[in-house]
């Protein structure tokens, strides 16, 4: 196992920064989802993978059995995999946005720079209603 | 153990938690919205008063002691930065009133804001290298909320563009994390300053090292991974784009710093000469950006990478010297940078446009306008005596003192061509004869002060402005203060210490 999950995760990150240089939006997000994938299966295969004691310290005892299963790894994994979770579904959204928006997902047409970007700035009669508000 | 260490992170927390309560009332939110920052600078310049007197400060979290715990830990550099960023916080608090629309405060502007600074002065102050990640990750989706806010289609593109390569680059810090957990079975900063040199395989450190240059090398916006900045950051309202410019890329300046000053010292002749080539090229390649463009805010962005050049060549070049120039400069950096776009949403204000062809006559009609924006360009260029001139001197002096004679005089010319591009916008937008077409019609007739509110934009670009001159003619005591700062770096015993108790 602790030789297969690392070149599975090179593997998965490999095909994760293929989809990320793709033109479509949507494949993009992919990508990223893949390398977090990896990402944390890189940091997975930190912590021994064979079957271990459970890391419970025994009464009267200071340290667990030896050897005992490293749960930090699984740890920062539950963390990072909700963090993730999180980013994504706001890229996702995002990207949907713009889709509406743009009414395209290809990356050469859709982030072309606009010409006016005085846009985003509200107008003056806006800021006098809410002056007046 | 200092108590108040908490304060910076939890009072942004407990602010913003307080603003979505009133959801519904833009007015309370405002004042919410900027009487937090207020609190947030009382507790920083208090903890600014401990960690001078009495040296480096720490806070074990649950009292787990490190390096089992999260250990918060301020030192002199965390706390300049903390310093900063809540004076900033202030200023742009109080310019968003006037800056930012019903709609975007309606979905939660204020909010957002405090998160984004519990995200950032999290990063300053965390002792942990996951934690770090944890607090990047705040400031991000923040960041990230507060750049499409509104939905406009150019902010839609300059999002995604942004979301998707800061994205990548925190998977590529988390990676980082984990190989360094891997090597050495610990995520203390302190702890891994330690033990990192013991470890055989130091090609593997130093890959590691450059997985985090690489990281923390597209939050800072370095030399070649920049280029999402200009893209993006000219998009949003000019308050955020403000804090964006000002804040988010020094914060990745600051993990630059820290890492390598206190875990990446093994192999200074490889990783620093790399940092020094790339800000070498950050430099150059930014400042001739800025001057192929005619956008106002565009500008401002591709001098945001130029500057950031400075900062990282300071760290290169590892002597105490170099390290003060490069967080001074951070600091004055801060400030004009973010006067500039405070500025610029002023002149747009006025003239209803940010391409400086279609701007002209703000020196007639707006006096103190130009002398404002004078004062912030010129300190950014570097003309005496104002704060940019301390802190290229001190960049200057320290390259000069280790020989590296090209590196200072690819940052003397810089420092010229940034001369170049504040003149351009100067020539057009202040000096140029008022347009004839496409003119608002308020132009020269809505005041700066009275009728308008306008004055609520002005007042915190003044205030800016002030402390820029007082920064220039008092330069001494903040000087030795970075100089303490930049020794403490140079002596990483002391941090450690502070964290793991004497060893």
């Known amino acids: 196992m602790e030789t297969i999950l690392p070149i599975l995760a090179g593997a998965i990150f490999a095909s994760g920064v293929y ?32 079957t271990e004691n ?61 010409e006016d970007t005085s846009s985003a700035i509200v107008t003056d009669s806006e ?6 508000a | 153990m200092n108590g108040l260490l908490v304060l910076p992170i939890a009072i942004p927390l407990v602010v913003a938690t307080l603003a979505l309560l009133f959801r519904r009332s833009s007015v309370m939110q405002r004042w919410i919205g900027v009487a937090g920052m207020l609190v947030l600078l009382v507790s920083v310049a208090i903890l600014f008063r401990d960690v001078y007197v009495d040296g480096i400060q720490v806070l074990q979290l649950g009292n787990w002691q490190a390096p089992f715990g999260i250990t918060l830990v301020a030192d002199l ?9 809540a004076i900033m916080g202030l200023i742009i608090a109080v310019y968003s009133i006037y800056d930012i629309d019903k709609e975007r405060e309606r979905y939660g502007y204020y909010p957002l804001l405090h998160i984004l600074l519990m995200g950032v002065n999290g990063s300053f102050l965390t002792g942990d290298i996951f934690n770090m990640y944890v607090w990047f990750e705040v400031m991000l989706i923040a960041s990230f909320i507060l750049l499409a806010l509104g939905n406009s289609k150019n902010q839609l593109q300059g999002a995604l563009k942004y979301v998707i390569i800061n994205l990548f680059s925190s998977l590529l810090f988390l990676f980082g994390v984990a190989m360094l957990y891997g090597m050495t079975g610990t995520l203390n900063m302190a702890d891994l300053a330690m033990r990192l040199p013991e470890v055989e395989n ?11 240059m690489v990281s923390f090398g597209v939050k800072a916006a370095i030399f070649p991974l920049f280029f999402w900045l200009p893209a993006s950051y000219h998009t949003p309202p000019v308050a955020i784009s403000a804090v964006f410019g000002g804040l988010l890329t020094k914060v990745g300046v600051y993990a630059l710093i820290r ?25 150059v390649t930014g400042v001739l950006g800025a001057a192929s463009h005619f956008e106002f805010r565009k500008i401002l962005s591709f001098h945001i990478v130029s500057q950031i050049g400075y900062m990282i060549m300071g760290l290169a070049f590892n002597t105490a010297l170099g390290l003060m120039g490069a967080i001074f400069y951070v600091l004055h950096n801060i400030l004009a940078k ?3 776009f405070l500025i610029s949403g002023i002149a747009q204000r006025l003239t209803g446009t940010f391409e400086l062809k279609q701007m002209g006559g703000l020196y007639k009609h707006y006096p103190i306008l130009a002398t404002l924006f004078l004062i912030s360009a010129f300190a950014l260029a570097g003309f005496p005596p104002l704060s940019g001139f301390w802190a290229k001197l001190s960049l200057v002096k320290a390259g000069l003192s280790i020989e590296a004679y090209v590196i200072t005089a690819v940052a003397i010319l810089v420092g010229l061509l940034t001369l170049f591009s504040m003149t ?46 007082l920064v220039g003619f008092y330069a001494q005591p903040l000087l030795e203060v970075c100089l303490d700062a930049a020794e403490q770096l140079l002596n990483p015993s002391v941090y450690i210490e502070a964290v793991l108790g004497p060893q």
């Open chain 2, 202 to 212: 130091t090609g593997l450190v130093t890959t590691v090292a450059m997985i985090f």
């Open chain 2, 424 to 469: 351009k916008i100067w020539m057009t937008a202040f000096w140029a004869a008022v347009p004839e077409i496409g003119v608002p019609d308020h132009f020269g007739k809505m005041p700066l002060f009275g009728a308008g509110n306008l004055y609520i934009m002005v007042v915190p670009v003044m205030v800016v402005a002030g402390l820029i001159i």
């Open chain 1, 19 to 50: 989809l990320l240089l793709r033109q479509s939006v949507i494949l993009t997000i992919i990508g990223i989802i893949l390398i977090s994938n990896a990402v944390n299966l890189a940091l997975f295969s930190l912590g021994r993978i064979t």
């Open chain 1, 127 to 132: 800021n006098n209603e809410k002056r007046n």
């Open chain 1, 54 to 114: 459970p890391p419970l310290i025994a009464s009267g005892s200071v340290i667990p059995e030896l050897p005992f299963a490293n749960p930090l790894p699984q740890a920062l994994i539950l963390t990072a995999i909700v963090i993730g979770f999180g980013l994504l579904a706001f890229a996702l959204a995002l990207a949907y946005r713009s889709y509406k928006e743009l009414g395209t997902v290809d990356q050469d047409t859709m982030l072309k720079d606009a």
């Open chain 2, 77 to 85: 550099l965390s706390m300049l930065m903390l310093a900063i960023s």
């Open chain 2, 338 to 340: 973010s006067n500039l």
């Open chain 2, 259 to 283: 890492v390598f000053t206190l875990l990446f010292t093994q192999d200074i002749g490889y990783t620093h000469t790399i940092l020094l080539w790339v800000a070498g090229f950050t430099m």
